[in-house]
C-alpha cells in the first residue's frame, strides 16, 4: 500500500531536515575500509615505550624526545599496541602511572604514496587515552583531548619531505585527568612531609573503574584520492514493505564531483540507485534491520557504494566508499520503546571494556567471546557504561542485531567545578565526535550523554539541559537519555530526556543484607518516577557483587547465593512493571571488572555476572533461564497509538 502524496512529501521533507542536522557537524570521521581507491595499513603490534618518570613529568618535552629515536632518549621496552600499558609490566609505578607516556612505531610506507602526490595519506588512531600528541618524523602532526574517539591528522606532506618514505610515529599520551576533562579527576598533592614523601600525590577519580592509559584501539594509515567522500550521514524509514534511505554525502578536495550512489544486498543485487550528494533511496520487498531474537533474520545489512569521480587541471580521482547500512526505525511513547513499530525490551547488560592484562585495549578473542556470551544469555542489548566503546565492536552489534545505548565518557561528574563552561563546552564537543563517529549504526538506538552525575547541584539544571538539547540538534532521529542514580527527587535531567535510565542497588548500598525490601522499594521507586514524567523507564544498572566460588546458604551479602537473590527479587517487579512502562533492564555487570584500590573493592568490582575470564556465576544461570522464558503479560502488548513522550521533539517519531 503506498502512502497518501501529502504524507510522502512530509516524511521527505522530514527527512531532509534531519539530515541537515548533520551540518552542525563539521567534517566527516568515516570508518577507515579499504576499496578500490584506499589502502589501508594497520599499525597494530609492537611499538617502542618509555614513562616520562620525571617529577613533572616534562622531561620528553623539554629534551623534544619526539625529534630522534625514543631508544637514544633513555631507557624504552616494548609495548605491545593496542593495549593498556598498565599492567603489562612487573612494575607497580608503570601500572599506576600518572602522566606522559611516549610511544614509538618507525616503517617504510610504499613508495607509491610518497610519488603520487594524488594520494592523501591520513594517520589515524582509534583512541588514546586521555591527552595525545601525535608527531611524525618530528613534526607534530596532530594532538587530541579525550580518551574514547578516534582521531586522525594529514601526514603525506610530512612524508614526502623524506623520499626514502621512512617513517618514525610519535604518541605522547597522558592520563591526567581534571575537572574539565570527561570523566573528571583531580590530582591532589600531599604535603605533610611527616606522612608523604617529597613530591607525594594521588589522582582522585569519582567513577568505579580502573583508570586504564595507553593507546587502546589500533593505530592505522589509510589513503584516499585528494578529492575524497568525507562523510556520509544515512538516515533511514520504511513504509509498509518499501525502505527508504536518505542520504547526504560530503566531499572533500574538489569543486564539483559526481556522485554515483548504489544500495546492494546481501546477495550482491543493486536495489536502488541514485545521483548526487543526497537523495532517498527506495528499496523494495525491504529486509528491515531487526534486534537479535526479534526476527529469524536479525541484523540484516545492505552496503552503500558511494562512488565519487572528480577532475582538476592535472589529474582525475576516483573515490569509492561502501557503508553498511541497517534499515530500521526507532520511536518512543510514554510507554514504549518502538523499533520498527514493535515494542522492543531491552533484555540486556551493561559491560566495560576491560579484560586481564590488556586492560581496555582492543581484542578480537575477547570481542568475539563476548558476543557468544551474549546470545548464550540471550541478551539483546547493552549500554557502553561508561564510555564510547571502539568502532569494531558496535560494528559487531550491527551485524548481529545487538542493540546499543550509546554513552558518553561522562562520568563522576560529582564537583561543581566540573559543571562550569569549559566543562560543558567540552561536553558538547564530545557529544559532536560521538554522534559524528556512530551516527550511521543501525545498532545504536539512543545516546547516554551522562552516568549519575551530581545533579542536585544548581548548576546541573542549565548544564544537562543544554547537553541534551544539543544532542537532540545534532541527531534528532534517535532518542536522548542521561542515567539518574536512584534518588528521583533531586534528578534534574528527568525533565529533558525522552527515557528515563535509573540505576539503584537495594538491599546493597542501601539497607545491606536485605533482600526483602527490593519489592517494595523498588516499586515505590517507578510508580514515583513515572507518575511525576509519563517517560518509559529502563532498569540501566541493579545487581550485587559475587566472590565467585564463595557459597552461604542461606545467602550473604558477597555470595553467588546472593547475588541470585537480589536477581531474582528485582526480577518479581520487573515482571510487573514490564506490563505497564518498564522497557528493559540492564544487569550490572556483564564481568567482573578492575578498579581502584579501595576497601570496597576486592580486587576490582565483583558484580559481574561472568567472571573476568568471562566463566558464568550461578546468577548467569538465572539470567539465561528469564530470558528463554516467554512473559505472559507481554503477549497483550500492541503498539499503541500515544503520542510521544515530554521532551521528545516530534521528529523522534519517525513512521
Ligand atoms: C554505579 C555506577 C557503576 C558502578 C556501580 C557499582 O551506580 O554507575 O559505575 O560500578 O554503581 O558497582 O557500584
Redesign the pocket.
Known sequence: MCLPVRQQVLRALWLFAVLDAGLLLDGGMLYPRESSSREVKELSGLWVFRADRSPNRKQGFDEAWYKRPLEETGPVIDMPVPASYNDITQDPEIRDFIGWVWYERELVVPTRWIQDESIRVVLRVGSAHYNSVVWVNGVNVTQHEGGHLPFEAEVGDVLRKDPTGSCRITIAVNNTLTLYTLPPGNIQYMNDRTRYPDGFFVQSIY???FNYAGIHRPVLFYTTPKAYVDDITVVTDFSDNTGLVSYKVSVKGAVTAALKVTLIDKQGHCVASSNGPFGVLKVQDVNLWWPYLTHENPGYLYSMEVRLSAADERTTYEDVYTLPVGIRTVNVTSTQFLINNKPFYFHGV?KHEDSDIRGKGLDWPLIVKDFNLLKWLGANSFRT??YPYAEEILQMCDRHGIVVIDESPA?GIKDIRSFGNVSLNHHLFVMEELVRRDKNHPSVVMWSVA??PASEMPPADYYFKTVIKHTRDLDPTRPVTF?S?SNFARDKGAPYVDVICI?N?FSW?HDPGHVEVITLQLNTEYDNWHEKYKKPIIQS?Y?A?AVPGVHVDPPVMFTEEYQKVVLQNYHKVFDQKRAQYLIGELI??FADFM?TQGVTRVVG?K?GIFTRQRQPKAAAFILKERRARPVPSLTSTSVTAEGPSLGLTSTCMQS
Open positions: 567513577f568505579d573503574f551493561n557504561s561508561h562520568v552516568n549519575e542515567v542514580s540505576n542497588y548500598y544498572e545487581g557483587d550490572w555487570n578498579t568490582n558484580k
